[in-house]
């Protein structure tokens, strides 16, 4: 089984601020992991996804995050955010294996950029 | 871009009805999901629908849950006799057939209230 966590419920910051948004993970097996972005009533969008490779990862919308295996960890950071960033992000993970393809979520951070 | 869309967009249900919950996934996606988040607490995984049957379920989705594929772009989520602590957000996610990792397209959410 995989479980998932985010430390910050809420993280304020000002316009044109760099921001982590942090998200660790545990899981006995190899996981993919995702980040998803809730904007006010609308569904969750993915904003990018780790499955191998380089642990850095682009996204949409100028974010990125890394992978740390050793950490467990897959933060997300924005160099400058926007207004436009305010929303709920959640972090997910998968098993990558071929049992268990429904994703676990993190309890979400919500992301409030201030002017 | 194709998108998942989720009708209706609120639901509201005195307690014991029986609600349906329709989903129309991207239409050449093969894999199908539900997720419901109640309100303050994480998006949690309730069911996966594959090849007209159910691929795997969680602990959440007992015999008052069932899902259904009645055509070739609806899938449904049937809840009876309801709880009131089956108010939640419920969404709707589908997948790809491909490589390993693809991720889930979730819609934009029904919100059920069970009064």
């Known amino acids: 089984a995989q479980s998932v966590t985010q430390l910050d419920s809420q993280v304020p910051v000002f316009e044109e601020a760099p921001v982590e948004l942090r998200c660790n993970y545990s899981?006995?097996?190899?996981?993919?992991l995702f980040w998803y972005v809730q904007y006010p009533n609308q569904g969750l969008q993915l904003l990018l996804k780790?499955?191998?490779?380089?642990?850095l990862v682009k996204g949409i919308n100028g974010f990125e995050a890394e992978f740390n295996k050793s950490q467990t960890s897959f933060h997300l950071r924005k160099p400058s955010v926007h207004i436009s960033d305010t929303a709920e992000y959640f972090c997910?993970?998968?098993?990558?294996?071929?049992?268990?393809?429904?994703?676990?979520f993190g309890s979400g951070t919500r992301l409030q950029v201030q002017p | 871009e194709p998108e998942v869309t989720q009708t209706p967009s609120h639901q509201v249900t005195q307690m014991g009805q029986e609600v349906i919950l329709r989903c129309v996934p991207i239409?050449?996606?093969?894999?199908f999901y539900w997720y419901r988040q109640i309100l303050g607490q994480k998006v949690e995984f309730l069911v996966s629908?594959?090849?007209?049957?159910?691929?795997?379920k969680s602990e959440i989705f007992d015999d008052q849950f069932s899902v259904e594929r009645p055509d070739g772009s609806n899938f449904t989520l049937k809840i009876r006799s309801t709880k009131l602590e089956d108010s939640a957000m419920y969404f709707c996610?589908?997948?790809?057939?491909?490589?390993?990792?693809?991720?889930?397209?979730f819609g934009d959410g029904t919100r059920l209230s069970i009064l």
């Open positions: 899981s006995s097996v190899s996981v993919y």
């Open positions: 996610a589908s997948r790809d057939r491909g490589p390993q990792g693809q991720p889930q397209h």
């Open positions: 780790y499955l191998s490779g380089s642990t």
């Open positions: 239409s050449n996606h093969l894999y």
């Open positions: 629908f594959y090849n007209n049957e159910i691929s795997e």
């Open positions: 997910a993970v998968r098993a990558s294996d071929t049992g268990r393809r429904a994703l676990t």
